[in-house]
């Protein structure tokens, strides 16, 4: 396994989590330090995992076997492969408790893997470490939110891009961009087909950084692209039959 020293994952302990740290040690890869986040007031050792109910059906009604393992929790996955961790109880990354820890860990990079929602402040953004984030939609062309559902009505493909975050959403220098065909069974987009995608840019672009010692970044097309909402639950059931 190796030991990424300037890279450590941020993360909420979130199915996308799950889904990354499988993919990463899948590829004999461990960031320096994994950070993380848990709600106040809860345990730490949180699963990452759907509720099993949850997990049961999405086995029992479609073919998962080329995906992450949804019955693996964050706590298998940090016990069987010596994970180093630290916990902290925050919402978000913006939490003062965070920031006091990146700063502490001092890492050239971060993986962001975040609660849904949760958008960096200027304070995360000024620091030295740099952040990393997958998008599920072809940036610049799908910004916001839900893109890879928009991208299905529009063009039937889907996109991951990584890019390093700035202040501006979804706008830093592209790292990668992936192009994927939609699953068959559509139904997996939100809790398997979208981390997977995600997972796999992920560790495409660490590997190459392995082989090239440094990250190439390219600027975005600087031209005005739309920026997307929540897609309507209409629009988004018409995708999933598309």
């Known amino acids: 396994m190796r030991i990424i020293e300037e890279l450590i994952l941020v993360g909420a302990a979130t199915v996308r989590t799950n889904c990354y740290l499988q993919y990463l040690v899948k590829a004999k890869i461990k960031p320096k330090t994994i950070l993380l986040l848990s709600q106040e007031g809860n345990s730490p050792l949180l699963q990452g995992q ?71 402040r200027d304070e995360v953004l000024n620091l ?11 940036i610049p062309k799908y910004k916001g939110s839900t893109t890879i559902y928009y991208s299905i009505l529009n063009e039937n493909l889907c996109h991951a891009s990584a890019f390093f975050l ?8 592209l790292l990668l961009v992936k192009k994927f065909h939609p699953p068959k069974e559509k139904k997996i987009i939100d809790y398997v087909f ?33 920026t997307y909402f929540i897609i309507h639950p209409l629009l988004k059931h018409i995708a999933i039959l598309k």
Do not use: M, W
Request: hydrophobic share 35%; net charge negative; charged share 25%.
């Open 128 to 138: 030295p470490t740099k952040f990393i984030h997958v998008h599920p939609g072809e």
């Open 194 to 226: 979208d981390p997977h995608i995600r997972g796999v840019v992920l560790i495409e672009l660490i590997t190459e950084y392995i082989k090239k010692g440094k990250f190439i970044s390219h600027n975005p097309l600087q031209k005005e692209e739309e």
């Open 50 to 120: 759907l509720k099993q109910q949850q997990i049961d059906e999405l086995n029992s009604n479609h073919d998962l076997s080329e995906y992450f393992d949804l019955n693996i929790s964050i706590n298998e996955l940090i016990s069987n492969f010596d994970l180093n961790v630290i916990y902290c109880f925050a919402n978000t990354i913006n939490d003062k408790k965070v920031i006091k820890c990146i700063k502490n860990i001092n890492a050239k990079y971060a993986i962001f893997s975040g609660a849904g929602g949760d958008i960096l």
């Open 166 to 173: 700035e202040k501006e959403i979804d706008s830093g220098d």
